[in-house]
């Protein structure tokens, strides 16, 4: 006699498949998530990098403007001293001139250093700036990604991947920026 199937053998057969389909993909889901979250703290550690060395090239810019103001002042003096002398009749000290000579040289030599630390501290302010767009954008995925696994919504997975993609271009972009 033949033996006869059982129908809930092959229903059961379905549901593992069908269980075990889920968690692959729940599986995947979770492992991009992750590799997301990698990427966020790195470009939010770059990104703070940046925002640290442009304030250090800030600072930089302010002191040699300061130390510019400071030559300026000195060479003020002297020529002020100098015209005092020349209004009174008297000798003008040949250190005098040689002074005046030497703060403007100084003076030109300190501005392009202040403004080579601006110029810095603009760039990396730049960097900076886009690398932020791409934390924001990794930290939107994966949130975008927690509200898929609970909805089990795998478009709201791809639209997370999709995010993911954009902030990968901003990291590249942060990285490539001058």
Request: hydrophobic fraction near 45%; glycine fraction near 4%.
């Amino acid at each position: 006699m033949e033996e006869m199937e059982d129908p809930t053998e092959r229903l059961n057969e379905t549901i593992e498949a069908a269980e075990e389909k889920k968690e692959r993909w729940t599986m995947h889901v979770a492992l991009s998530t992750a590799i997301i979250a990698v990427l966020a703290a790195i470009a939010g550690l770059y990104g703070n990098h940046h925002a640290n060395e442009a304030m250090l090239d800030q600072i930089k810019s302010s002191d040699q403007w300061a130390y510019y103001q400071s030559k300026s002042i000195k060479a003020e003096i002297a020529a002020s001293t100098s015209q005092i002398l020349s209004a009174m009749d008297k000798p003008l000290p040949k250190e005098s001139e040689d002074k005046k000579k030497k703060y403007e040289d100084d003076k030109a030599e300190i501005k392009a250093t202040a403004e080579e630390a601006e110029k810095s501290s603009e760039t990396h302010m730049h960097k900076h700036v886009v690398l932020s767009r791409a934390v924001t954008i990794f930290q939107i995925a994966v949130a975008l990604s927690a509200v898929a696994i609970l909805t089990r919504k795998k478009l709201v997975w791809y639209g997370s991947m999709l995010l993911a993609g954009a902030g990968c271009v901003f990291l590249v972009l942060g990285f490539l920026a001058t």
